[in-house]
């Protein structure tokens, strides 16, 4: 077959390398990619939200499955454009409808759904601006802190936790008067959920799914999760408060029902879904939905499935997943993120990278894997272009052996205002047994 994998990120590099390792892949084409994946597939020029250019490379190249990264192509309707082209109508297809990828492109819809299909959240409000008096009431019945996300799509930044009224109501206010553009129009105000989080992660084909591995992801800039929310600091696979009655509860309280109301609702559905949940003392509740792989945890779960991937994606753009069986390591996988410093506010970009000798290999049998991320080449050097840089993927047995190789493969890495958090794992330590 020949893939094309939309996108330019640590996720996109991830899921070609995966990919790749099939024997079903023939050729295999990223648009518009990055080095890394540069190495691994050809890169084609395009952004994943030009539609004509999508559509030209897709028959240029005789694409016969095109697997999207990102959701901003999803929520703007890339699947319901090759569903109505009779040149591209044929070509399989992994993402959702322009409807389904709605789970990720309005929190309102998505809580409206929970609601209506008996899934676990947390109780919640939504509000506009003309609605200020009701929402600063909403936020009196609540208990601090108090969780605010914007409805629309806000590159993963749209959710604020004040930890008092009134700091809740100005951001609210803030929110409303365009803090995150037209993604803010509406906030919905939740209940706080105290727990632990976790990612779990669902291929689809509407009727029938795979889970896939779960995995932590580390959001806060900081050490010890302070300071400000990024799209993402590092990751671990497996999580180990997820033992199989938890992932029992997840499985029936959420997965099916998720994957029922779906085709309950009507809803074209054959893609990833990654659920964002809380443990709460055992029981598991939606913090969100996303209708793509989470960033960087796809540079963790993607090397620990240990079948083939693209015969998962096949099966499931057919509406034939029944028949598909996942086969995942019992090696687990450690994700470390080196950004730019100044990152997630501003950040200087071009600076040279060098360093580790992982930086142009990632071969199946590597222990260490790197993804390129925020990386391009300038006059045959490859410097930085993006907040996060690099993700530096170990697979071992046990945090602290990986965590024991990976910092001393980053310390290798060299470029200017390198940073990365220095805990990633700290945390699960006390769920290994």
């Keep these: 077959m020949n893939v094309l994998v939309l996108g330019?990120?640590?996720?996109?590099?991830?899921?070609?390398?995966?990919?790749?390792?099939?024997?079903?892949?023939?050729?295999?084409?990223?648009?518009?990619?990055?080095?890394?994946?540069?190495?691994?597939?050809?890169?084609?020029?395009g952004g994943v939200n030009d539609f004509d250019a999508i559509k030209g490379a897709v028959l240029d190249n005789a694409i016969d499955i095109v697997?999207?990264?990102?959701?901003?192509?999803?929520?703007?309707?890339?699947?319901?454009?090759?569903?109505?082209?009779?040149?591209?109508?044929?070509?399989?297809?992994?993402?959702?409808?322009?409807?389904?990828?709605?789970?990720?492109?309005?929190?309102?819809?998505?809580?409206?759904?929970m609601s209506r299909h008996g899934i676990p959240t947390a109780s919640y409000k939504s509000f506009t601006s003309v609605d200020i008096e009701q929402a600063d009431k909403f936020l009196e019945s609540l208990q601090a802190p108090y969780?605010?996300?914007?409805?629309?799509?806000?590159?993963?930044?749209?959710?604020?936790?004040p930890e008092t009224l009134e700091e809740a109501k100005a951001s609210l206010r803030e929110m409303l008067g365009g803090m995150f553009g037209a993604a803010g129009n509406t906030v919905v105000i939740e209940e706080f959920l105290r727990g632990i989080e976790v990612s779990v992660f669902v291929l689809t084909d509407g009727k029938d799914y795979l889970i896939l591995p779960e995995a932590k992801d580390y959001k806060r800039i900081g050490v010890g999760?302070?300071?400000?929310?990024?799209?993402?600091?590092?990751?671990?696979?497996?999580?180990?408060?997820?033992?199989?009655?938890f992932m029992k509860k997840v499985e029936e309280r959420i997965i099916k029902p998720t994957v029922n109301g779906l085709a309950a609702d009507g809803i074209d559905y054959k893609g990833f879904i990654f659920i964002g949940l809380m443990n709460c003392n055992g029981d598991p509740y939606v913090?969100?939905?996303?209708?793509?792989?989470?960033?960087?945890?796809?540079?963790a779960v993607m090397t620990r499935i240990d079948s083939d991937l693209l015969s998962h994606l096949e099966a499931a753009a057919k509406g034939e997943l029944s028949g598909e069986k996942i086969v995942i390591s019992e090696e687990g996988a450690l994700t470390v993120v080196c950004v730019s410093g100044g990152y997630p506010q501003s950040y200087g970009k071009g600076y040279e990278i060098f360093g580790s000798?992982?930086?142009?290999?990632?071969?199946?049998?590597?222990?260490?894997?790197?993804?390129?991320?925020?990386?391009?080449?300038?006059?045959g050097k490859l410097v930085t272009s993006g907040g996060r840089v690099l993700a530096v993927t170990v697979n071992g047995k046990g945090i602290e052996k990986s965590r024991e190789i990976v910092y001393p493969e980053i310390d290798k890495i060299m470029y200017t205002n390198k940073y990365y958090r220095s805990d990633i794992g700290l945390d699960l330590l006390k769920y290994e047994k």
């Design 67 to 113: 697997v999207v990264g990102p959701e901003d192509p999803l929520v703007n309707g890339l699947r319901d454009k090759f569903a109505a082209d009779s040149q591209l109508a044929n070509v399989l297809f992994v993402g959702p409808s322009q409807r389904g990828a709605m789970l990720e492109g309005s929190k309102d819809f998505a809580k409206e759904f």
């Design 225 to 245: 999760d302070k300071g400000l929310n990024t799209g993402g600091m590092g990751a671990v696979s497996p999580v180990g408060f997820t033992d199989a009655q």
């Design 287 to 299: 913090i969100e939905y996303n209708v793509r792989m989470g960033d960087p945890e796809t540079e």
């Design 147 to 161: 969780v605010l996300k914007a409805d629309g799509l806000a590159a993963g930044k749209g959710v604020l936790i």
């Design 357 to 379: 000798e992982y930086l142009e290999r990632s071969s199946v049998e590597d222990k260490i894997k790197i993804f390129h991320a925020g990386t391009s080449m300038k006059e």
């Design 8 to 45: 330019s990120g640590g996720r996109e590099h991830a899921i070609a390398w995966k990919i790749k390792q099939s024997e079903k892949c023939e050729k295999l084409f990223c648009m518009p990619g990055n080095p890394g994946t540069a190495l691994i597939a050809t890169n084609l020029a």
